[in-house]
């Protein structure tokens, strides 16, 4: 079984001043990660994710994520934010092991980013 | 939005009553999911389904039930609707290989009074 906890609930922020959303997550078996964002009243937008390769991946939007197997943590960072990045984002991970139970996703609680002028 | 569409998006109804939300495909992906998302839960796994005809429970079964009987339809029936399932239900589908990812639908949003 897997876990995933995101250390901030709220994360307030001025307007181009550097942000990151923290995630760490717990698993006895290989993951995948991602990171999704939900603006509101709106379903869940894929960021970005971490299947393999480099341990940075960059996504939509300015976002960026490391992935950081000995710390277990996957933290999302952009440098400087806009307005419109004020959303609710939510760290996920899924075994990656193979079989038919795999790529079930388990989230974080979610970080409610907000952006102000 | 990698063509899921859910029906109905708003729906109110009465303890003990059954409803039954929709989640339809248009890409023919073999996997799909239920979550529901409360406020300090995140998203929480339902039911899965990994072919026609094959289902799987999830972190919170208890109360749902769920059906596949084509690749393109998934559907979530809670048999006696109670308060507590309350929420915004999310369909999912994902994308094999390289490009493993779950893609969600608009959403739900189920009272019961």
């Known amino acids: 079984a897997q876990s995933v906890t995101q250390l901030d609930s709220q994360v307030p922020v001025f307007e181009e001043a550097p942000v990151e959303l923290r995630c760490n997550y717990s698993?006895?078996?290989?993951?995948?990660l991602f990171w999704y964002v939900q603006y509101p009243n709106q379903g869940l937008q894929l960021l970005l994710k971490?299947?393999?390769?480099?341990?940075l991946v960059k996504g939509i939007n300015g976002f960026e994520a490391e992935f950081n197997k000995s710390q277990t943590s996957f933290h999302l960072r952009k440098p400087s934010v806009h307005i419109s990045d004020t959303a609710e984002y939510f760290c996920a991970v899924s075994d990656s092991s193979g079989g038919t139970s795999y790529g079930k996703l388990t989230f974080g609680q979610g970080t409610i980013l907000t952006v102000h002028p | 939005d990698a063509g899921i569409t859910q029906s109905p998006r708003h729906k109110v109804t009465e303890t003990g009553t059954p409803v039954t939300l929709r989640c339809h495909q248009t890409e023919n992906h073999r996997y799909m999911y239920w979550y529901r998302q409360d406020p300090g839960h995140g998203l929480r796994l339902i039911h899965y389904s990994y072919g026609v005809k094959d289902t799987d429970k999830g972190e919170v079964s208890d109360g749902y039930s769920v059906s596949r009987s084509k690749t393109e339809d998934f559907l979530l029936t809670l048999e006696s609707a109670t308060s507590s399932q309350t929420s915004v239900y999310f369909c999912?589908?994902?994308?094999?290989?390289?490009?493993?990812?779950?893609?969600f639908g608009p959403g739900t949003r189920l009272t019961v009074l």
């Open positions: 999912a589908i994902r994308t094999s290989g390289k490009r493993d990812t779950q893609y």
């Open positions: 971490y299947l393999s390769g480099s341990t």
């Open positions: 698993s006895s078996v290989s993951v995948y």
